[in-house]
């Protein structure tokens, strides 16, 4: 009879949650251990066979999983799937990058500040030049590489890593000016900003704040998330905990830092953040440090802008909650927005004061918007989430100053959980669920194709060519088309290496990547690098 209910049970959930991937998988999770527990407190109690029987038979069931466990550990995938066993005598992620820092430590193989002028020994104030990879997803935030130097045959001139190690966990990306290759990690108790030299892979100069997240489960860990962004000479960061940080980014010596969630709150308790913790990558525009700490019913700080310059709290406003997207700016007729994902959907704020211009609301059951709208026109843009929601083109049209908003047309066949799509004339690229989709944006949304499962991966968009690094480390190249398309070159970067769920960089022909416990430089220029 359990067995029965428990069949019955995952039918039910099977049949809510069919068009929702994550759930439909984790739905095994809920349905088989409470399965599990009633037969086992059926057996030892109700069974009816000897007490010697059920003693040696749960006890053997417990050893055996306590020796199973004693071994081996599980490893999970962005739908909270186990997704591999590994022996406990391997040394872990956290162990390794360790052990590297600690050698590199002792080899004393850090590499001076690499825009120096030769003849004064003067350190140059860093200066960000067309190619640059400035922070979140390039310097407008699209994903898109403009006059990209790639090539695509492989198989003569495969991908050449020019160097690859281990690192701190952490879910940020780089940002790459000059030499410069900055992102952030976990080291033991301290949320660390950490800068490469872009050659060589070796640190130039750490920053460290001794913070720790403490919501740490099966798949995200502990560790900061948002990318580094670069503006006039000075890094900004944001950490896991909400230390909102102002670099230089030729020292990491710190200029200014506060604590976002703490400003936010009501005094003496901070604001609370999203269950991963904060995530959203600083914005800067004009002479304003945009962050979102996450409003509620009572309190109107939602969105939060710092003077760049000083660490002085300009304004706040909003009252939705905090998720995990990033903020961005757009033009909409003569009106500058500050788009920002929320819990519930997508808000829009004027960039002098911040006050609220509009809302649209699309949500999910975890309150997790992730992906970046994309503005298409004056009065239209697109914006999707995940866990079975999926995502609409939406239209904007004003008034004087009021705005509405409204929803043009919705699919739910394309689902972006944590992973951002690009547009190319006319047709929107992205992961639905972690199966790469096409849809055509001027007939709602219509699949065009679904090809190549790539999981929680992300990608560039290089002229007509998606580059993809896929949640398992497998790079992958595919014709940015309407008409299906098969991969054009493959390439392993990273291997047992934890999750590829970072964003990627692409400067001047060469690919910064990083999974949860490795980062990686690969040249892929069209002309190959000869040493």
């Not at 199973?68 to 162990?95: C, H, N, Q, T």
């Not at 830092?257 to 959203?280: C, F, R, T, Y």
């Not at 669920?433 to 065009?448: E, M, P, R, V």
């Amino acid at each position: 009879m359990i067995f029965g209910v428990a069949c019955v049970a995952q039918g039910i959930l099977w049949t809510l949650w069919w068009n929702d991937p994550t759930h439909f998988k984790m739905s095994l999770l809920f349905v088989w251990p409470a399965a599990i527990f009633s037969l086992t407190i059926w057996w030892v109690f109700f069974s009816g066979t000897s007490i010697l029987l059920r003693v040696i038979s749960v006890s053997a069931v417990v050893a055996a999983m306590f020796g199973f466990f004693s071994v081996y550990r599980l490893e999970w995938d962005g739908d909270m799937v186990p997704r591999r066993i590994a022996l406990r005598s391997k040394p872990s992620a956290e162990e390794v990058a360790r052990q590297y820092l600690q050698q590199k430590a002792n080899s004393d193989e850090k590499t001076a500040a690499t825009n120096v002028v030769p003849e004064t020994g003067e350190i140059q104030k860093l200066v960000a030049v067309d190619g640059d990879w400035t922070g979140f997803r390039g310097p407008r935030r699209d994903g898109i590489v403009l006059n990209g130097s790639l090539r695509r045959d492989w198989d003569a001139h495969p991908p050449k890593v020019l160097w690859k190690h281990p690192v701190g966990r952490a879910w940020s990306a780089f940002c790459v000016v000059g030499r410069y290759a900055i992102t952030q990690e976990q080291r033991g108790e301290y949320e660390c900003v950490v800068a490469y030299d872009a050659d060589t892979g070796n640190e130039i100069w750490v920053h460290e704040d001794k913070a720790l997240l403490s919501i740490v489960d099966a798949n995200g860990g502990p560790g900061p998330h948002a990318t580094p962004e670069f503006d006039d000479g000075l890094i900004y960061t944001l950490g896991g905990t909400g230390i909102l940080n102002c670099l230089d980014a030729t020292s990491g010596v710190a200029i200014w830092s506060k604590n976002i969630l703490n400003d936010a709150g009501e005094m003496p308790s901070p604001a609370k953040p999203p269950q991963w913790g904060v995530s959203n990558s600083p914005l800067i525009v004009d002479n304003l440090a945009v962050v979102i700490p996450g409003g509620s019913e009572t309190s109107d700080k939602g969105v939060a802008a710092y003077d760049k310059k000083s660490g002085q709290l300009v304004w706040t406003h909003g009252r939705h909650e905090a998720s995990y997207g990033s903020a961005k700016v757009e033009s909409f007729g003569e009106s500058r927005q500050i788009l920002v994902p929320t819990g519930d959907g997508l808000s829009a704020y004027a960039v002098n004061d911040g006050h609220e211009l509009w809302s649209f609301k699309l949500s999910n059951q975890p309150k997790v918007n992730s992906a970046m709208p994309w503005r298409l026109d004056d009065s239209s843009l697109v914006f999707g989430t995940g866990y079975g929601v999926g995502t609409s083109r939406i239209d904007l049209k004003s008034s004087g100053d009021d705005w509405t908003v409204k929803a043009r047309w919705h699919t739910n066949r394309l689902r972006p959980k944590f992973n951002d799509f690009v547009v190319r004339d006319s047709y929107l690229y992205g992961l639905d669920d972690g199966t790469l989709t096409c849809i055509d944006l001027q007939n709602k949304g219509a699949i065009k194709w679904k090809s190549g499962k790539y999981g929680y991966g992300q990608f560039v968009l290089i002229d007509d060519v998606l580059l993809i690094v896929s949640e398992d480390g497998d790079l992958v190249l595919v014709k940015a088309e309407p008409t299906k398309s098969e991969p054009l070159a493959t390439f392993k970067l990273f291997s047992d290496s934890g999750f590829c769920w970072n964003n990627l960089a692409f400067v001047r022909g060469r690919l910064f990547a990083r999974s949860a416990n490795e980062a990686a430089c690969v040249d892929l220029s069209a002309e190959p690098a000869t040493n």
